[in-house]
């Protein structure tokens, strides 16, 4: 099977944009989190959605939202842009049938704001 | 608060020893624990995971021990290869609203040939 894949993988953004950050998941898998990785806090629990609904969210601000679409395949939306924003972002997906699954991430999108 | 603790930033161990990384939790609702490793510019790849009703799990040369009483869980890896060079990550999640992934820090292991 073909791995979780992450688009696109590297981005400059300006403070005050917006920017949205494409997942697709193992094929079927239905639940899609993703976490936000900085040098200093490791890595850091977003929100994930399980057949598009938002099951369980992290403590972020307002500013990050995501959704989930039929096929599985998530996006990520951060808007207002600051530089703190600066970080990997990763996506991973699992069954999520049961708890205690594993979750399988994608390589991530590395979001450099200016 | 961290309620998922690598303490040690960094390990360098001999080629062909044993490396032990240590992770200790404070959330007693966790009840599943997993390794992942992680080398610059790629996501983390699972090793290997632990639920709570054991106390070892062994994959290859990837063993993991869990205290419950001391709510504390190793990774050892013997005997430990330069490949194994990377940042390994403890993660623990418990069940329904508290499934979520929560991470440690991270620590580096270094393995000198």
């Known amino acids: 099977k073909a791995g979780v894949t992450q688009t696109p993988r590297y981005l400059i953004k300006t403070r005050g944009q917006q920017v949205t950050l494409s997942c697709s998941p193992i094929?079927?898998?239905?639940?899609v989190s993703w976490y936000q990785q900085t040098p200093g806090q490791g890595l850091q629990f977003l929100f994930e959605?399980?057949?598009?609904?938002?099951?369980n969210k992290g403590n972020f601000p307002g500013r990050f939202s995501g959704r989930q679409f039929s096929n599985s395949r998530s996006e990520m939306n951060v808007s207002t842009l600051e530089l703190g924003d600066s970080a990997l972002y990763l996506c991973a997906s699992s069954p999520r049938d049961r708890d205690g699954e594993t979750q399988y991430f994608g390589p991530g999108t590395r979001l450099l704001v200016l | 608060d961290q309620q998922v603790k690598q303490n040690s930033p960094s390990l360098s161990v001999q080629e062909g020893r044993i490396s032990i990384l240590n992770c200790d939790y404070t959330n007693s609702m966790f009840d599943y624990f997993l390794w992942y490793k992680k080398y610059p510019a790629e996501g983390p790849t699972f090793l290997i995971s632990i639920s709570s009703i054991k106390d070892k799990n062994e994959d290859g040369r990837f063993t993991v021990f869990l205290n419950k009483s001391a709510k504390h869980l190793s990774l050892h890896i013997v005997p430990s290869q330069p490949g194994d060079s990377a940042v390994y990550f403890c993660?623990?999640?418990?069940?329904?609203?508290?499934?979520?992934?929560?991470f440690g820090k991270g620590i580096t292991l270094s393995v000198r040939p």
């Open positions: 959605y399980f057949s598009e609904t938002q099951r």
């Open positions: 094929s079927g898998h239905r639940s």
């Open positions: 993660a623990a999640s418990g069940t329904g609203a508290n499934s979520k992934l929560t």
